[in-house]
């Protein structure tokens, strides 16, 4: 069946992506007979919020009281969607954009198939653009990366530029697993809900654009090593396969030396920092200190340096 407007909540998570977010809540405009219910979340600790409130009237815009970090600010969406009579939750990022023809192949029976649904990745940046279909994710060895291989979809998690769930499963599972903040929480939700019995999966067929006008500035990237490393070994650790003790040690050497990697080489600063962000990821998660990281309280991680 085709998703009715009044059966269809769409949220989008805004920190502070000032153009990006006009983006594609002007091209979910273009698509009103389907995106009629829109549901902006603002954890910019700014006044980004009442800017979008003033110039889209139509959106709702619920102002988090803090950063709730994206599990966070998705949940609080999630609890006041949840409450109407929605059938299903579409979760944007906030640095998507629609196509004019997305609509046309938004076609799922939903009714008969409760799940989570992914689209295709454009990215806004390469010519060709790179279309990425999800992400792999290798229990055993615990890696990690974004497939273009559209002839293994049915194997990918998707991506959590767009997830399409299904009230029936958000009634299951609740929502995003708050202690990973951001980065990670997308993937944990997905795996729970292919555990419990409900397709996951990405429809090939279903493209968005994706990707940051400007570059993200590099304490933010600092950030990213930082839930990168301990995300990503929480996210093994609650849902990698069950190897023999020596190999579980294996596959988390494994990862670390990854993260350590993609920090050296992927790093648009200062590596130095972004080495030390990596490393207080790796102390927090063998500390058991999840949630926010906060250079300022002392119960989380210090500064780097």
């Known amino acids: 069946m085709t998703i009715l407007p009044a059966e269809l909540t769409t949220i989008i998570t ?17 698509h009103d007979t389907i995106f009629k219910n829109i549901l902006v979340i603002d954890n910019s600790e700014n006044d980004l919020g009442s800017q979008i409130r003033h110039e889209y009237p139509e959106i709702t ?44 192949h938004l076609c799922l029976d939903l009714a008969t198939c409760p799940g989570v649904y992914g689209a295709a990745s454009l990215d806004r940046h390469t010519r060709p653009s790179k279309i990425v279909y ?10 990690i990366y974004e497939s273009q291989n559209s002839a293994v979809v049915k194997d990918l998690i998707p991506g959590g530029w767009f997830l399409l769930i299904t009230r029936e499963v958000l009634e299951k599972l609740r929502g995003f697993d708050e202690k990973f903040f951001c980065y990670y929480e997308e993937l944990d939700f997905c795996l729970k809900a292919r555990a419990s019995g ?12 994706h990707g940051k006008i ?22 093994i650790r609650n849902h990698g396969r069950n190897i023999p003790g020596p190999l579980k040690l294996i596959r988390t050497i494994f990862l670390i030396i990854l993260a350590y990697l ?4 992927h790093s648009p600063g200062s590596v130095r920092t972004a080495l030390q ?18 250079r300022h309280d002392e119960k989380t991680s210090k500064k780097p340096g």
């Not at 805004?14 to 273009?30: D, F, G, N, V």
């Not at 999800?134 to 055993?140: A, E, F, P, R």
Request: hydrophobic share 35%; proline share 4%; net charge neutral.
């Open 262 to 265: 993609d920090a050296a080489i």
């Open 14 to 30: 805004l920190w502070r992506e000032e153009q990006e977010i006009r983006l594609l809540l002007t091209s979910l405009r273009k």
């Open 198 to 209: 409900f397709p996951v999966r990405t429809v090939p067929e279903l493209h968005l654009i």
């Open 277 to 294: 962000y990596t490393t207080c990821g790796l102390e927090d998660y063998f500390r058991g200190r999840m949630g926010r990281f906060s």
């Open 61 to 104: 815009v619920l102002t988090a009281p803090q950063n709730l970090g994206y599990a966070g600010g998705n949940n609080l969406g999630l609890d006041y969607a949840l409450k109407t009579n929605t059938q299903a939750i579409l979760i944007l990022n906030s640095d998507t954009e629609l196509p004019d023809d997305f609509a046309a």
């Open 134 to 143: 999800g992400i792999k994710i290798n229990l055993t060895t615990g890696r």
């Open 214 to 235: 400007s570059p993200d500035s590099t304490e933010k990237e600092s950030y990213r090593f930082y839930y990168g490393m301990r995300n990503h070994l929480a996210l």
